[in-house]
């Protein structure tokens, strides 16, 4: 998000501006850089500093939680959150500006690939860093990830292309008690499915290979609202997908193999966070390829007017088939993923409350948008992490804010924007140097 | 034929508070083409408003001595609650979706998913947990017709249902406002230029569908007197599906389909296990969608809808 700013470098004076300008010329490197000081700084005396000021433990989420349950606490949390995190990425994003530039710039020159890789191992150190404080955080950061994952699926079908899908709890109970029949069955000593086939040391290789094949079950069952989606679209589509989503949990409440209503349970712990940062960051390269190839922009033509599209030599059906198969892979993926984060499925996960959620994250983030996607679905599953103390009020809260986003940016904070890489880990020169 | 007689009974009483549902979004839709996805709780917290009334009367009446007989109660709590939940209605109408008129539809979905949330919440809070039953006012009289058993509880919901659906179909082809609402499900851009207000008929559409909603709701607490504050997700959705397939925006349509779903749980939990009630339903109802892929009197899809 910082990343944007830099275009909006207007010349005028104030010290808002100023501040607006310094942090402008601060490359992602840098950014990654300081949380990484950050994070460290928490590891080494997070714990002394947050005794010493009163805190019962270190904040689990910036200190939200602390805040909302005792109030009298607020300055110490206030005060932790300065000197852990707002004053380290700042002092360490300044003192690397500019060589963070250079060495942005140098490797640009060298790899843009080995660039992106050098962008993402270092996330992947601030987020594990951060994780390991407490299981907490772990749990939390992994379900955000999924629900990435999620929404920037249901965006392509919603935002893209533009119809009012439902069907993506439907396709994410698909993929989760797919990946969890196949990881239980095969490596699980349990009552359901008895004895393992394989030794369970083979297990973390063949993960990836459950959770593709609950991804296809799930574009399979995707067909199911494609085909339809032919001859109709707009609301017609919407009761179809919605049908297509409670057909599915009932049917799981009535396979009695799969523990129907009681769920499915002891899926092995292979789902730890370096697999599930992969698969996020995998899923979101591969959608924005897809968005931005040709048949991403067919996806669009579709959308705006399907029967000029037709007459532009676009096969509005192929597309559309495309489209839902696609998104509906990476929902069955996600589901998977949840499936052994939670260690546990329940048809009743993928319900209503389920479909409100993934929907209030694409249209919160932005359509048509895999910033805005990453952007939805990481504020709401924080908020309503962080919202948690105020119990019942969470849900007076956050309504009310998507509403009032909703009323204020109807297609969502940052819609229709292009998630461009090079754009954002490019080094950021001078204000003046740029024009 | 005496069981099919007596489920054919059930599925009509099941089947009016899916019609009475579906026609407020039927009718939302026509007007503003988009659903009401807070619709399914405003039925939730028509049927409490419906408690609350109901209780306010038997208190008020043991009060001040009064002995108000049980069916005068029912008939003052279902007017009283209709014309409270209309100013809900109006309420959701004038900061959901008025805002959003200009915006994509499915802005305004979630909107109404939302104020749902909120509605759900505000009963939850309020309410509790556990749920509260609603207070019986008429006594249960079972009449046995050829070994059909009816009680005096079935006959009076079909009735008012009816009632209040011929009464809904007079308004709509009779009266002035009624033309007016019809003008402008015909031409929401045109007919506003001919002196029509389009938010003063936004809501009176968004009144009338609420209280009929209120109706539902508490005619389902004389029927099921259980009231819980998600019981507005499963009527709801259920509705909506019935709204859909009788053709979006169609009164006629969305009365049908109510009653044909009604039908088709009711028959499907008599022949197979009830656990598969749901998934047989909306089989049949995606079957039907995929061969009239616009409902039983929907017209197909036209360059008149936005985004």
């Known amino acids: 998000m910082e990343a944007t700013s830099s275009e909006l470098s207007a010349p005028e004076n104030g010290v808002i501006n100023k501040i607006r300008v310094f942090f402008s010329r601060i490359p992602v490197l840098g950014w990654l850089c300081g949380a990484l000081a950050a994070v460290l700084l928490e590891q080494v005396v997070g714990r002394q500093l947050a005794l010493s000021i009163g805190l019962p433990k270190i904040p689990a989420l910036f200190g939200f939680t602390i805040i909302l349950k005792y109030p009298v606490l607020i300055p110490s949390a206030f005060l932790y959150v300065f000197i852990i995190y707002l004053l380290p990425v700042i002092v360490v994003a300044r003192f690397c500006l500019t060589p963070a530039n250079w060495l942005a710039g140098k490797l640009m020159n060298i790899s843009m690939q080995g660039s992106v890789l050098i962008h993402l191992v270092l996330l992947y150190a601030v987020l594990q860093i951060w994780a390991e404080v407490s299981d907490y955080r772990d749990i939390t950061l992994k379900f955000t990830l999924i629900a990435i994952m999620v929404t920037v699926s249901l965006n392509v079908i919603n935002g893209y292309m533009g119809e009012f899908s439902c069907s993506h709890p439907g396709f994410m109970a698909l993929g989760a008690y797919t990946t969890s029949v196949f990881t239980v069955s095969l490596f699980v000593n349990d009552?359901?499915?008895?004895?393992?086939?394989?030794?369970?040391?083979?297990?973390?290789?063949?993960?990836p290979l459950g959770l593709i094949l609950g991804g296809c079950v799930a574009s399979l069952g995707a067909l199911l609202v494609a085909i339809p989606s032919f001859r109709t679209r707009g609301d017609y589509l919407a009761i179809i997908s919605l049908a297509f989503m409670f057909i599915v949990k009932s049917l799981i409440e009535n396979l009695e193999f799969v523990g129907g209503p009681r769920g499915l349970s002891s899926q092995p712990n292979w789902a730890n966070l370096p697999t599930v940062f992969a698969w996020t960051v995998i899923c979101i390269w591969i959608i924005n390829n897809f968005v931005r190839s040709i048949i991403g922009?067919?996806?669009?033509?579709?959308?705006?007017?399907?029967?000029?599209?037709?007459?532009?030599?676009?096969?509005?059906?192929?597309?559309?088939?495309?489209?839902?198969?696609?998104?509906a892979f990476w929902a069955g993926v996600a589901g998977g993923l949840f499936a052994h984060?939670?260690?546990?499925?329940?048809?009743s996960t993928f319900g209503i409350q389920k479909l409100a959620e993934v929907l209030a994250m694409v249209y919160f983030g932005g359509l048509n948008s895999v910033y805005g996607s990453i952007l939805g679905a990481v504020s709401l599953s924080m908020l309503s992490e962080a919202l948690r103390p105020l119990e019942l009020f969470k849900w007076i809260v956050i309504p009310l804010m998507l509403i009032l986003v909703m009323i204020y940016r109807p297609t969502g904070l940052i819609a229709f924007k292009e998630f461009d890489v090079k754009k954002l880990i490019r080094p950021k020169p001078n204000p003046g140097d740029e024009v | 034929m005496a069981f099919f007689l007596q489920n054919l009974v059930n599925a009509l009483q099941w089947g009016s508070f899916y019609a009475l549902i579906a026609l407020g979004y039927s009718m939302v839709y026509s007007i503003l083409m988009l659903f009401n996805f807070a619709h399914g709780d405003i039925f939730m917290v028509g049927a409490y408003i419906g408690f609350g009334v109901a209780t306010g009367l038997l208190v008020i009446a043991s009060q001040w001595a009064i002995a108000l007989p049980g069916w005068l109660t029912l008939v003052l709590t279902i007017l009283l609650s209709m014309f409270l939940t209309s100013f809900l209605g109006m309420f959701v109408e004038r900061v959901g979706y008025r805002p959003l008129?200009?915006?994509?539809?499915?802005?305004?979905?979630?909107?109404?998913?939302?104020?749902?949330?909120?509605?759900?919440?505000?009963?939850?809070?309020?309410?509790?947990?556990?749920?509260?039953?609603?207070?019986?006012?008429?006594?249960?009289?079972?009449?046995?017709?050829?070994?059909?058993?009816?009680?005096?509880?079935k006959i009076m919901i079909v009735a008012v249902s009816l009632a209040f659906m011929l009464a809904l179909h007079l308004f709509i082809t009779k009266s002035r406002w009624g033309m007016a609402m019809r003008a402008m499900a015909f031409d929401f851009v045109v007919v506003p230029l001919m002196g029509?207000?389009?938010?003063?008929?936004?809501?009176?559409?968004?009144?009338?569908?609420?209280?009929?909603?209120?109706?539902?709701?508490?005619?389902?607490?004389?029927?099921?007197?259980?009231?819980?504050?998600?019981?507005?997700?499963?009527?709801?959705?259920?509705?909506?599906?019935?709204a859909i397939l009788g053709g979006r925006g169609s009164i006629m349509g969305a009365t049908l389909a109510g009653f044909l779903l009604g039908f088709i749980e009711i028959f499907v939990a008599m022949i197979f296990p009830s656990t598969l009630r749901d998934l047989i339903a909306y089989s049949i109802v995606l079957l039907i969608l995929v061969f009239r892929p616009y409902g039983f009197f929907g017209e197909p899809y036209s360059a008149k809808l936005r985004l």
């Open chain 1, 191 to 207: 009552s359901q499915f008895g004895q393992a086939l394989l030794p369970s040391y083979m297990g973390p290789f063949f993960f």
């Open chain 1, 297 to 327: 922009k067919a996806l669009n033509a579709v959308r705006d007017d399907e029967t000029a599209a037709n007459a532009m030599t676009i096969d509005t059906r192929r597309t559309k088939m495309t489209a839902f198969m696609f998104a």
């Open chain 1, 341 to 347: 984060v939670l260690r546990y499925v329940n048809p």
């Open chain 2, 101 to 153: 008129r200009d915006a994509p539809r499915a802005s305004a979905a979630i909107t109404g998913l939302m104020i749902g949330i909120i509605l759900e919440t505000i009963i939850l809070w309020g309410m509790g947990t556990q749920r509260v039953g609603f207070p019986s006012l008429i006594e249960t009289v079972t009449f046995n017709v050829g070994g059909v058993y009816i009680t005096n509880k």
């Open chain 2, 196 to 242: 029509v207000s389009i938010n003063r008929i936004a809501a009176m559409t968004f009144a009338i569908g609420s209280s009929l909603a209120a109706l539902a709701g508490i005619l389902f607490g004389v029927a099921y007197p259980v009231l819980d504050p998600y019981m507005g997700i499963v009527f709801g959705w259920k509705a909506f599906v019935a």
